[in-house]
């Protein structure tokens, strides 16, 4: 642990750095611990500190949060990337000081009172996806993309948090080629990664399917999610079980087949379940609001083939993002503050939470099916025709 040069100290230096921030309150809760905003003393600027439980008596550092101190130190650079400022033993807690931001993307699409400007969903989008080129381009993969992991900051700068599940990626190949997904037949990983990983909602089929051999492109299906989530301002997928996320999934973008999806049997759980035939759904009959541009681009990070989806870095360069409306400049997008009490998350299916549901966790998740329920009921009878 040494590499990151910040933490190797006396238990004196401990005790200084652990006075130098005074504690406020709570701004949410995890599986390791807490998160609450502070202050400086030393500046009078604020910092969100993350108070992580050291489960292991030698004093080993739970992995998730090694890859999470790992990932921030060879992230440090990235402009959008949340910065680690300090790490300190406090008593049986780990402390780590990261800078604070003031809102993110699950509090702009709650907070909103009509449908967010199509310019400032490119401006989120453009954001999301370089903080993306950039942590591929390191190698690193994520792995847990959801919009409260993508936070803003007072001038609206977008930066992307919560390393925990992230994981480095040494499969020999160009990243920005997605790396085993390019190239390299289904199920032929160098690595064996574990597809319980990423919030359900957001959670790309390949993982459905227990794939272990995924790559990039995972995180580009749930960058999508967050970008179709912007303009409808509730999730795409919002499946209740793993089961039902998969419905959920083809029910919109049809079944997975060999021929449109080369290797799809081969994946672990491809036999396991069985759905009626699927037809794919218009996005833009599901969200009225997309134009043929924004489907267009939607598509191009929701393919159901990895192999098919756009790295981060071809969609950063994207015609879209060169169209009407253009993005708008940062510090004209909107940004609440993230100090007022926060729900609790660890385990009880809120979205902050890896590996849950992602739904909000006071109890609007059956409001947000029961909508669904009857826009799929609408959807049906708008196909009938044509089935």
């Given amino acids: 642990m040494g590499d990151?040069?910040?933490?190797v100290g006396t238990a004196a230096d401990d005790k200084a750095r652990s006075e130098k921030y005074i504690v406020r309150g709570k701004l949410g809760e995890g599986a390791f611990g807490d998160v609450r905003h502070g202050t400086d003393r030393t500046t009078g600027s604020k910092v969100a500190l993350k108070f992580i439980r050291v489960l292991n008596k030698s004093g080993g550092l739970p992995r998730a949060v090694f890859r999470e101190l790992e990932a921030l130190r060879q992230l440090g650079a990235?402009?959008?990337?949340?910065?680690?400022?300090?790490?300190?033993?406090?008593?049986?807690?780990?402390?780590?000081?990261?800078?604070?931001?003031?809102?993110?993307?699950?509090?702009?699409?709650?907070?909103?009172?009509?449908?967010?400007?199509?310019?400032?969903?490119?401006?989120?989008?453009?954001?999301?996806?370089?903080?993306?080129?950039?942590?591929?381009?390191?190698?690193?993969?994520?792995?847990?993309?959801?919009?409260?992991n993508i936070l803003l900051s007072a001038?609206?700068?977008?930066?992307?948090?919560?390393?925990?599940?992230?994981?480095?990626?040494?499969?020999?190949?160009?990243?920005?080629?997605?790396?085993?997904?390019?190239?390299?037949?289904?199920?032929?990983?160098?690595?064996?990664?574990?597809?319980?990983?990423?919030?359900?909602?957001?959670?790309?089929?390949?993982?459905?399917?227990?794939?272990?051999?995924?790559?990039?492109?995972?995180?580009?299906?749930?960058?999508?999610?967050?970008?179709?989530?912007?303009?409808?301002?509730?999730?795409?997928?919002?499946?209740?079980?793993?089961?039902?996320?998969?419905?959920?999934?083809?029910?919109?973008?049809?079944?997975?087949?060999?021929?449109?999806?080369?290797?799809?049997?081969?994946?672990?759980d491809f036999n396991k379940v069985c759905f009626s035939a699927l037809r794919p759904i218009s996005l833009s009959l599901l969200i009225p609001r997309l134009g043929p541009r924004d489907v267009q681009f939607l598509e191009s990070l929701l393919a159901l083939d990895p192999a098919k989806r756009c790295t981060a870095s071809d969609a950063c360069n994207a015609d879209y993002f060169h169209t009407q409306p253009?993005?708008?400049?940062?510090?004209?997008?909107?940004?609440s503050s993230r100090t007022k009490p926060a729900a609790p998350a660890s385990g009880a299916g809120a979205r902050g939470t890896s590996g849950s549901s992602g739904a909000p966790g006071d109890g609007s998740m059956e409001v947000v099916l029961a909508e669904w329920e009857k826009e799929n009921k609408r959807i049906a009878q708008l196909l009938a025709p044509i089935h």
Wanted: with cysteine.
């Fill in 326 to 335: 253009l993005p708008s400049d940062h510090f004209l997008l909107p940004c």
């Fill in 78 to 148: 990235g402009r959008h990337i949340v910065k680690l400022l300090d790490v300190f033993p406090d008593e049986t807690q780990l402390c780590l000081v990261l800078e604070y931001l003031d809102s993110d993307l699950s509090e702009v699409i709650g907070q909103a009172q009509a449908p967010l400007p199509v310019a400032h969903i490119k401006a989120y989008s453009h954001m999301l996806l370089e903080a993306l080129a950039y942590v591929h381009s390191k190698r690193i993969i994520h792995r847990d993309i959801k919009p409260s």
């Fill in 155 to 268: 001038a609206g700068v977008l930066k992307l948090a919560d390393f925990g599940l992230s994981r480095v990626i040494g499969t020999g190949t160009d990243p920005a080629e997605h790396g085993v997904a390019r190239g390299t037949p289904v199920g032929s990983s160098t690595q064996d990664l574990s597809h319980q990983v990423a919030t359900r909602w957001y959670r790309p089929p390949e993982l459905l399917f227990a794939s272990r051999s995924y790559t990039f492109s995972a995180d580009i299906w749930s960058a999508g999610a967050v970008v179709a989530e912007l303009f409808a301002l509730r999730p795409l997928f919002p499946g209740s079980n793993d089961i039902d996320q998969m419905f959920r999934v083809f029910q919109i973008m049809g079944n997975p087949t060999p021929e449109n999806w080369p290797g799809v049997e081969l994946l672990p």
């Fill in 4 to 7: 990151t040069g910040i933490f």
